[in-house]
């Protein structure tokens, strides 16, 4: 059992800023990687930013350079994107996903939280 689960969504007007967070739990034995994705109305879901766990480094989409953070609290299984700037093409819902190892020896998969809204909106 793994379980992500996305807050901090919301609606904010243009240039404003959002925290996005997502908890993970459950039989977690590491967490390899994490990031957020979104998927805007009509669009297909996109990578807004990665991190590895254990480098810290971390990718971002170009359109977010520079106004979104992605981070890690690996002792609290938690991942953050920290928006500014936000623009109303920003606007999606916003996924969170991690590659998860449920035990040592098991394989690491993919998981994902149910999505949380932002809206960028005047």
């Known amino acids: 059992q793994v379980q992500l689960v996305e807050s901090g969504g919301g609606l904010v007007q243009p240039g404003g800023s959002l925290r996005l967070s997502c908890a993970a739990s459950g039989s977690i034995f590491s967490i390899n990687a994490m990031g957020w994705f979104r998927q805007a109305p009509g669009k297909q879901r996109e990578l807004v930013a990665t991190?590895?766990?254990?480098?810290?480094?971390?990718n971002y989409a170009d359109s977010v350079k520079g106004r979104f953070t992605i981070s890690t609290d690996n002792a609290k299984r938690t991942l953050s994107l920290q928006m500014n700037g936000l623009k109303p093409e920003d606007t999606a819902v916003y996924y969170c996903?991690?590659?998860?190892?449920?035990?040592?020896?098991?394989?690491?998969?993919?998981?994902w939280g149910q999505g949380t809204q932002v809206t960028v909106s005047s």
């Open positions: 991190i590895i766990t254990s480098t810290g480094i971390t």
């Open positions: 996903n991690g590659v998860v190892q449920t035990s040592r020896s098991s394989p690491a998969f993919k998981y």
